[in-house]
């Protein structure tokens, strides 16, 4: 059973910082990509940042240059720093990775999600 478990959300003004956290446990071979998403109310789940299992990452146009991920292979936990937060930046956010859990079986997890919320 492997388990993604997010934190580090919450309500911040804007211009202010957070860090989420996601740890990924259980029974893990290899963690491949790992992603952040995030959800605001009426909009579609959309991708935030990844970072690969070789640390190259990738950022959606908004919010590049204020936002970080990174990952801590050791501890099979991604981060993202998010820097002068904006009110759009509100959403609830997910974490997202690719798990192999032996050599022959691996699929996406999905984390239960963390509210930001960016007051203006």
């Known amino acids: 059973q492997v388990q993604l478990v997010e934190s580090g959300g919450g309500l911040v003004q804007a211009g202010g910082s957070l860090r989420l956290s996601c740890a990924a446990s259980?029974?893990?071979?290899?963690?491949?990509?790992m992603g952040w998403y995030r959800q605001a109310p009426g909009k579609q789940r959309e991708l935030v940042a990844v970072?690969?299992?070789?640390?190259?990452?990738n950022y959606a146009d908004s919010v590049k240059g204020r936002f970080t991920i990174s990952r801590d292979n050791a501890k099979n936990t991604a981060y993202l720093q998010m820097n002068n937060l904006k009110p759009e930046d509100t959403a609830v956010y997910y974490c997202?990775?690719?798990?192999?859990?032996?050599?022959?079986?691996?699929?996406?997890?999905w984390g239960q999600g963390t509210q930001v919320t960016v007051s203006s």
């Open positions: 997202n990775a690719g798990i192999r859990t032996s050599l022959f079986r691996s699929r996406d997890y």
């Open positions: 259980g029974s893990i071979f290899s963690i491949n990509a």
């Open positions: 970072i690969t299992s070789g640390d190259s990452t």
